[in-house]
């Protein structure tokens, strides 16, 4: 069945970095966009960064150059460098999959990540 498991999430200080993991199954990632999203409490589920099926990388305003997307079709893996983090930045994090024309959608169960001093 289709899975997609989320890791490397965890409390990490103002400034520190953190690399989150997809890993994906029962489905080929080549022909999916692959997304990160986050949700942080009482807010709306927000985009952090995709990758699409052809390799062009889009990310979040907030972002400014602080994480890096990637992708490895072969290994069904996808992964969010992220650096320089700030408390805002504090919320769980989620591994979203989407076909061309969004007719299939699939996401994982979140992994989440503590910014705090």
């Known amino acids: 069945q289709v899975q997609l498991v989320e890791s490397g999430g965890g409390l990490v200080q103002p400034g520190g970095s953190l690399r989150l993991s997809c890993a994906a199954s029962?489905?080929?990632?080549?022909?999916?966009?692959m997304n990160w999203y986050r949700q942080a409490p009482g807010k709306e589920r927000e985009l952090v960064a995709r990758?699409?099926?052809?390799?062009?990388?889009n990310y979040g305003d907030f972002v400014k150059g602080r994480f890096i997307i990637s992708r490895d079709n072969a290994k069904s893996t996808v992964a969010l460098q992220m650096n320089s983090l700030k408390a805002e930045d504090t919320a769980v994090y989620l591994c979203?999959?989407?076909?061309?024309?969004?007719?299939?959608?699939?996401w994982g169960q979140g992994t989440q990540v503590t910014v705090s001093s």
């Open positions: 990758i699409a099926v052809g390799g062009n990388v």
């Open positions: 029962g489905f080929p990632i080549s022909v999916y966009h």
């Open positions: 979203n999959a989407a076909s061309l024309y969004n007719t299939n959608v699939y």
